[in-house]
């Protein structure tokens, strides 16, 4: 384990990738003997250490002088690349022998410099089918091959084969987080018939992702990306907008540079990449809380002549404010090596968007500054008109191609039930033993998210749902450490725990394909963060449940919270009012189907305006037809209307998410949410 995560490290650096993993192997076992340790006395606390010592073996030491910006220093000194001095250095890349071998190199180091060699070798075969001015037009790719080395099948396939193929094969994803998929062959496998007759996208889309058939919108957003265009594309949660970049990514020369808001969501969306199960995505990310020597290995492979790393996670202050990185970029850019911008969770360009970040709003003016000619991809899962405005605006593509596809999840049982208050008989708080109820219903493998308010509550919830239900929860808030942050949401994903308390900053960048329930313990502030929280379920497309514990004495306390944020204006409140207003009523709404409420506030209307059977509220009307497997509860919705008893008696009727008139002591809320685990799946 502990080498697998080593390794895993060494990749997410973009390290990996330019030395081969029996490099990264033979410095482990270095590591080890320099220790005298075999693997299995390795903790968790050794893995730094590794990669301190990683480095010490394949960059020297750390000299005084290195404590200063290395790219800094570097920047200023560089004299300027012509594009003529680009074009000689790289056609005298492929020609590093033997003779040119430094005198005096170690046979370690001589071994370093071929691995290096076979690496750069590799992307060639790639750039012959991209200069065609169109992108990739696959179709064409695939149609008029490259002279060069015909292997298996169409050229164009056999190039992305032999480029992958070349790549070491980074440790498989954790069992538990891994989603089931079809089992994916390696790309440098031989093709099978269908595989044969495949264009380019759907090929990549196999062997690379592993997903045997694009989304709704996918293929039409990849291939405008592909041809240069700026584009936009508002997806719901979960809907798959990462292969709308990272597919192009990985078949576009040069480097695709990601502008993600958090720390988490690069670090996860770089691992599943550097893991993926053909064998790995050259990717990497550089964020605050990398180590200097982290940083430099990173900046090292970026100034490469031609950067192996295909992806580059980054967040919007490094964009803006560091003058290393942009030095990198602008001469990647005059070497045509700079190949797009992708905005993601774009929503944050706007202040209307409900994750607002300052520094988001400048990507624009950099981007105009700098980077003109580069397009932009930008991408958000929040839809409403204001915030789609603003985004193109501020990012100054505003005549782009927009991409929508439905916010309409027809996998998730949307429902509020009102929380229940008081004591049980037997004297326990009436809302966590519903809680725990409803967590054992859904069956011990049912992994869940609960959200709560506070920071407080997350480790309150946590610790009473281990104590009395001996469910295994952690709790999870911005205040912990990111170690500690990193270990719950890994424990979580392989498993080890069933359940995490969080607060919202356990949202974005979530993707673990099966969670079968979101429960939020309170409403939350907006429309807009409740569903964001709420999607992270069923991300499989399997049937999930969205439970929101609605209590009218929940409001005051958020209100407190808009009134006394920091550095709040009283126009901030009043749009705050405004958004947590709405989603008071979308709660108290006891009539119309929950998803046409969600989808009209992002501006959708929904053919039909009736899930049928996705909501609590469609539920509760179809109460008379029979349902194989639901059963029914006596109750009554948020809105006080008290639910229909079936005619026939032992019809069997789900409506579980009306909360009981047994609220009171809790007893009937509890026996309320025990019937969820029934509703058909
Ligand atoms: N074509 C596809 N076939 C099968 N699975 C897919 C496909 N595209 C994406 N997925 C899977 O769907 C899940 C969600 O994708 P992704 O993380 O890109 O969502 P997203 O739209 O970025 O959501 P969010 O806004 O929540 O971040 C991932 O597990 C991804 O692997």
């Not at 400048?362 to 930008?378: F, H, N, T």
């Amino acid at each position: 384990m502990v080498y697998h995560n080593c390794v895993q490290k060494i990749f997410e650096l973009g390290y990996g990738y330019t030395l081969g993993e029996d490099v990264v192997l033979e410095t482990f076992q270095g590591f080890l003997r320099s220790r005298d340790k075999n693997e299995s006395k390795l903790s968790s606390a050794d893995e730094r250490d590794f990669i301190e010592f990683f480095f010490e073996q394949h960059e020297g030491p750390l000299s005084a002088t290195d404590d200063e910006d290395d790219t800094d220093r570097q920047a200023r000194h560089q004299p300027e690349e012509s594009e003529e001095d680009a074009e000689a250095d790289s056609a005298s890349d492929g020609c590093l022998d033997d003779s040119s071998a430094e005198e005096g190199q170690s046979p370690d180091q001589e071994h370093k410099r071929r691995r290096v060699q076979r690496i750069l070798d590799e992307p060639d075969e790639i750039e012959s089918f991209e200069d065609d001015d169109d992108l990739l037009d696959a179709e064409t790719a695939v149609a008029q091959p490259p002279k060069k080395k015909a292997a298996t099948g169409s050229h164009g396939q056999s190039s992305i084969a032999a480029f992958f193929g070349k790549l070491p094969l980074a440790a498989p994803p954790e069992a538990s987080y891994a989603p089931s998929r079809p089992e994916v062959r390696s790309v440098d496998e031989a093709m099978s018939p269908e595989e044969e007759a495949m264009d380019l996208l759907d090929f990549v889309n196999l062997r690379v992702f592993g997903n045997t058939a694009f989304r709704e919108e996918q293929r039409r957003v990849i291939e405008t990306v592909l041809k240069g265009r700026d584009a936009f594309v508002l997806m719901p949660t979960g809907g798959g907008k990462s292969l709308c970049y990272q597919l192009p990514a990985v078949i576009t020369r040069g480097l695709t540079v990601v502008i993600s808001p958090l720390l988490s969501l690069m670090q996860d969306q770089v691992r599943a990449l550097v893991t993926t199960a053909s064998g790995g995505v050259p990717a990497t990310y550089l964020n605050s809380q990398q180590t200097e020597r982290e940083r430099k290995a990173v900046f090292a492979e970026l100034q490469k002549e031609r950067p192996t790393v295909k992806l580059l996670y980054i967040t919007p202050e490094q964009l803006v404010a560091s003058a290393a990185l942009g030095s990198i970029l602008e001469s990647l850019q005059r070497r045509g090596l700079l190949a797009r911008f992708v905005v993601d969770e774009a929503h944050c360009v706007s202040q209307w968007g409900h994750d607002f970040r300052p520094d988001y709003k400048k990507i624009g003016e950099v981007k105009a500054s700098k980077y003109s000619r580069v397009p932009v991809l930008a991408l958000t899962a929040t839809a409403t008109d204001k915030v789609k405005t603003d985004v193109l605006s501020i990012l100054g593509i505003s005549r782009c191609p927009v991409f929508t596809v439905s916010f309409f999840r027809s996998n998730l049982v949307l429902s509020v039930v009102r929380k229940p208050s008081g004591r049980t008989p037997d004297g326990k708080p009436a809302e966590l033993d519903a809680l725990v109820k409803y967590i054992k219903a859904q069956g011990k493998d049912a992994s869940g998210i609960i959200y709560v308010i506070s920071r407080d509550n997350t480790m309150t919830v946590a610790q009473y749902l281990k104590d009395e239900g001996e469910i295994a929860a952690h709790g999870y808030h911005a205040g912990m450490t990111p170690k500690q942050r990193v270990k719950v949401q890994n424990d979580w994903r392989r498993g080890e725990l069933q359940v995490v308390v969080a607060t919202i900053a356990f949202g974005m960048g979530i993707d673990k394909p099966d969670v079968r329930f979101v429960v939020h313990y309170s409403l939350s502030k907006s429309i807009e963060g409740y569903y964001q929280e709420a999607g992270r379920a069923g991300r499989d497309s399997k049937r999930s449940e969205c439970v929101l514990l609605y209590a009218a004495g929940d409001i005051p306390r958020l209100v407190r919270l808009l009134r006394g944020g920091r550095g709040r204006s009283k126009a901030k409140f009043t749009k705050g009012m405004e958004l947590l207003n709405k989603m008071k009523n979308y709660c108290t709404n006891d009539n119309a189907c929950r998803h046409s409420l969600l989808l009209d506030y992002f501006g959708e209307r929904f053919a039909g305006g009736r899930c049928g059977q996705a909501c609590d509220n469609c539920l509760a009307r179809h109460m008379h037809s029979p349902r194989p497997d639901g059963i029914w509860q006596d109750g009554e919705g948020v809105g006080g209307k008290k639910a229909k008893r079936p005619k026939k008696s032992g019809t069997a009727v789900a409506g579980h998410t009306r909360a009981s008139r047994g609220g009171q002591n809790g007893s009937g809320a509890a026996a309320a949410f025990v019937s969820a685990a029934s509703l058909p799946r």
